[in-house]
Structure formats: structure tokens, C-alpha cells
């Protein structure tokens, strides 16, 4: 349910494993990369630690400092190949690597606030030859119920050899829960949760070979972004590949 926020007066942090199946955050692990099952060539990257251990010197609240560069990937095959770059900063604010997350800070308690944009970036040989099929995943922290801002989900821009082209995601699951606390929004008490999303998007049929491409997503102020995860593969998915959705 989204509501409007009175008062914020308690947070129980107790992070319960909803889906264990499918999870990929771990409470007292953290983000645990889980890449789906893709057939023919392929390359897979995840991100595990988006923290200021991991990635120093990318600035401090509320967020509006400059990263140094980007955020490579950690882990897979192609750990290192691409990068996790800060677009814009939100509402006096953005995100940076804190102790636990990427945080999108911000000094405002309210509701689905813009608290910055991030894009995972692929070019050269970061980009799979013949890339028909894009999976991207993430695990991410609820503030005041929301994740993503305004609900919308990633959205892929490609670059080929012919032009630039939009592409939406054709399958979205949203495929475990972390129970983490809850929120008083509206006179009631609401649940919070870290989300586990899962997004596939269809190039086949584009013009040109890929030479780059850009997945772009906007969360909202105070949402925790604890992992990422990016698949490529050579063969077109008619049908989804991700994990059962929870619901």
C-alpha cells in the first residue's frame, strides 16, 4: 500500500528470509550474485559490495559529491568488464557507496522522492558480439515503500552501428523479499522490504551491431541499492527467463 507518512517512529531491522529459493540478499551476508540460467554465448558480471570498503572516495551525505569513476563489476566471468556509473543526484541529494549500500541520500521524510540516477554501462569488450538478450538484476532497499522511483522499472538505451534505440524491459519479477522493518505511514504500520528485481530486455530484431548500451533507473530518496547483476547472451528469449515472481 502507499500512503502518505505522518511520522516516522520506529524501524525494526530483522532481516527474515522470504524466498530463500531465489534470494539473493542475505541477511549478515549482504548481496549474493545469483545470475539466471541463459543459453548460448554468454557473459555475467555482479556486483556484491556496493560499499565504501569496496568503492572509497565516491563522496559522503547527503550524496551530491562527484564519483571518482565508475563501479566495477566484482564478480562472474566478466568481473571488471563494465561499470556502475551516478547520472544525476536527486533532491538535495544522490547516491553514494555508504557502509552497508549505496545509499540515495536526501533530509526529506516523505514518499517516492528522487533520490538520483545510476547506470550500469557496457561498451567494447564489455558488450557481448551478437548481444540478443540483456538481463539486469538488483536488490534494493524500500524507503517509505518504495524502490524505484515512481515504480518505473530500468530502461535500456543501445547504441548501435545504425543509431540509438530505447528498449523497455519485456519481462520484469520481482522474485524474493527480505523483510527489513517497518514504516508508521497513514496511521498504520507499514512492512518494508529489500526487493529483489529482475528485468529482461529483447534486442533482437535492432539494427547494427551493439557497440554500447546503458541501463538507467532512478530510486527514491533513503532506498538502499545492495547488488546488481548483468547477463548478456547471443540468443534471443522469447519467453522469461527470470525466477518465479513471489507474488
Known amino acids: 500500500m502507499k500512503t502518505t507518512p ?15 529459493a531465489q534470494a539473493e540478499y542475505v541477511d549478515g551476508v549482504g548481496s549474493v550474485y545469483t545470475p539466471v540460467a541463459l543459453a548460448g554465448n554468454t557473459f555475467s558480471e555482479g556486483w556484491e559490495a556496493l560499499t565504501s570498503t569496496a568503492y572509497p572516495g565516491n563522496g559522503s551525505f547527503p550524496g551530491t559529491g562527484a ?13 571488471g568488464d563494465n561499470g556502475l556509473v551516478k547520472l544525476a ?15 540515495f541520500g536526501g533530509v526529506l521524510n516523505m514518499p517516492n522522492v528522487d533520490g538520483g540516477e545510476l547506470a550500469v554501462q557496457a561498451s567494447g569488450t564489455g558488450v557481448l558480439d551478437d548481444v540478443k538478450t540483456v538481463v539486469f538484476q538488483a536488490d534494493i532497499g524500500e524507503a517509505w515503500t518504495y524502490d524505484f522511483l515512481n515504480g518505473d522499472a530500468p530502461v535500456l538505451y543501445v547504441t548501435t552501428t545504425v543509431g540509438s534505440y530505447e528498449v523497455e524491459a519485456d519481462h520484469t519479477s520481482l522474485y524474493a523479499q527480505v523483510d527489513n522493518g517497518e514504516v508508521y505511514m497513514n ?12 528485468f529482461q530486455y529483447d534486442l533482437d530484431g535492432l539494427p547494427g551491431d551493439v557497440t554500447s548500451f546503458s541501463i538507467e533507473f532512478k530510486a527514491v530518496q533513503h532506498a538502499q541499492l545492495y547488488g546488481i547483476g548483468l547477463q548478456q547472451s547471443d540468443v534471443a528469449e522469447s519467453e522469461s527467463v527470470l525466477p518465479e515472481n513471489v507474488d
Open 6 to 20: 505522518l511520522t516516522l517512529v520506529k524501524v525494526t531491522i530483522a532481516a527474515t528470509l522470504l524466498h530463500a
Open 89 to 103: 543526484n536527486g533532491f538535495a541529494g544522490g547516491p553514494y557507496p555508504a557502509s552497508g549500500s549505496i545509499y
Open 187 to 198: 496511521f498504520q504500520w507499514e512492512d518494508l522490504f529489500i526487493n529483489s528485481w529482475a
Open 67 to 79: 564519483w571518482t569513476g565508475a563501479l566495477l563489476s566484482q564478480t562472474g566471468g566478466n568481473a
